[in-house]
């Protein structure tokens, strides 16, 4: 997962709280996105972005904002936490251009109390 | 909605071949087939990706049929470290929307 950073790696928010989850890569990929993993399930796209100041939504957008002001930054904000938004979020970076990988982060776990 | 339906578990003999299947009937011609696979809650990891050849890496092998609305993920000697979620997804160009399905969980047994 070289290339894609993710910070924090954990957080405990309380409901109602607001954090960023910061994600940042070096490849200079177009493509950017976040997804979100619940227990024993799949991977489920919030949003993603094909550059800089391009966003658009994924499968779960509510309760999340993005912006993508550089190539390498893609933030994910939760503007006011709530316990359903307790999950693994990862975040994930593409070369643009046909059959190029997509690589991905290690991950951020976040519990909302 | 994924564009490809996988079985949602299968178990694999330590040192035999591990075998998973993938159906994507709806798949267009220049769409690309990947395979991912996650090990516990660690990030996604690539394994392979074909468009219409069959393609062979150090990890693995991808079989694609013909008709490209099938394909098989081979892991030729599974050993107890390839126990995790198998994903295949399949992809246009890098500005689609990558949505992941539920996947396989391989199960590799001593």
């Known amino acids: 997962n070289a290339g894609v950073t993710q910070t924090p790696k954990f957080q405990v928010l309380k409901t109602g709280q607001s954090m960023t989850l910061q994600c940042a890569q070096d490849?200079?990929?177009?493509?950017m996105s976040w997804y979100r993993q619940d227990p024993g399930m799949g991977l489920r796209l919030i949003h993603y972005?094909?550059?800089?100041?391009?966003?658009d939504q994924g499968e779960v957008p509510n309760g999340y904002n993005v912006s993508r002001s550089t190539t390498e930054d893609f933030p994910l904000r939760l503007l006011s936490a709530a316990p359903s938004q307790t999950s693994v979020y990862f975040c994930?970076?593409?070369?643009?251009?046909?059959?190029?990988?997509?690589?991905f982060g290690e991950g951020s776990w976040l519990t909302v109390v | 909605d994924a564009k490809t339906t996988q079985p949602p578990s299968m178990d694999c003999a330590e040192g035999r071949a591990a075998n998973l299947p993938c159906n994507h009937s709806t798949i267009s011609g220049n769409e690309y087939v990947y395979w991912y696979r996650q090990i516990h809650s660690q990030g996604p990891q690539y394994i392979i990706h074909g468009l219409k050849n069959n393609e062979t890496n150090e990890m693995a092998s991808l079989i694609i049929t013909e008709d490209r609305k099938s394909s098989t993920l081979i892991l030729p000697h599974a050993t107890l470290r390839d126990t995790a979620v198998y994903y295949c997804i399949v992809l246009k160009t890098s500005y689609d929307k990558v949505i992941f399905g539920p996947g396989t969980s391989l199960s590799v047994i001593p």
């Open positions: 972005s094909v550059g800089a100041g391009i966003t």
């Open positions: 994930a970076s593409q070369v643009t251009g046909f059959g190029n990988t997509i690589y």
């Open positions: 490849m200079n990929h177009e493509y």
